[in-house]
Each structure stands twice: as structure tokens, then as C-alpha cells.
């Protein structure tokens, strides 16, 4: 499955929200793991950095949570939706605000993230390197 190429959303958020889907929907239960960084990497043919942001997002937001060495799993219970008609963050289910200072932090690392995998993608294209040989490789 690939990504729109031009669209204006990074493309971590684009995983993210499609991860998000199937877990608001239930298609991705509470308790059940979700795909590793490798798996999205594969799936939606993106940087592991940027498979990595869009499990960090989601782990930000209280959606799902990581146990070292087993893997990310779907929060149970999930955090109640937002309401945006309320003005209620996304992170309201997680029970604290983030700092701005973490704000910060994560808008840069998701542009780095976002410039890397254009770096990435213009090297590949330099070398001769097609899309078929990168996702073989992995």
C-alpha cells in the first residue's frame, strides 16, 4: 500500500491516522498488538523513522503503548475521543497536558523525520535504486 505522494500531510501522520482508524473502529482491538515499525515500514513503503513517529503519535495520544521487547499494543481501555467541538485536546484521555517544550521537541523531530525521508528518497533516486529493489531488501 502506498502513501499519496501528494499530499500536503507528512507522511508519518498519514500512517497514524490510518492506524488510528482501525483501532477506533475495532478492527485493531483494545489489548491487541499493532504492526512494528517494520511491518508499517514494509506495508506503506516509508523511512522506519517515519513508521517510528506514527507509533509515537499514537503512544503520545494514550491510543496505544509499548512493552519493551514484546511489541506496541492497543490501550485498554482507549482513551475517550476528543471533541472538537469542545476545544478538548487529543491528549485529554492521557490525563495531563504535553509541556511546550515537548511540543516543540516533537514538531521538529516529525520535520527531521519528514527531511529524511525526502534525503532518503533522492539518494535512492541517484543511485538507480527502484522501489522494488528497496522494499526487497527489508
Sequence with gaps: MKLPKDSDTPP???VAEELRRQIRSGRLKPGERV?????????YEI???????ALRMLRDEGLIHTMPGRGNFV???LPARADPKAGTPATAGS?????????????????????????IDVLM?????SEA???SKK
Design 125 to 129: 533516486e541517484r543511485l538507480g535504486i
Design 35 to 43: 504492526p512494528s515499525s517494520r511491518d508499517l515500514e514494509a506495508t
Design 95 to 119: 490525563g495531563h497536558m504535553p509541556t511546550p517544550e515537548y511540543l516543540e521537541l516533537s514538531e521538529r523531530i516529525d520535520a527531521l523525520s519528514t527531511r529524511l525521508d525526502n534525503v
Design 133 to 135: 529493489k528497496k522494499t
Design 12 to 14: 508519518y501522520r498519514l
Design 75 to 77: 490501550a485498554d481501555p
Design 47 to 53: 523511512a522506519n523513522m517515519t513508521a517510528r513517529s
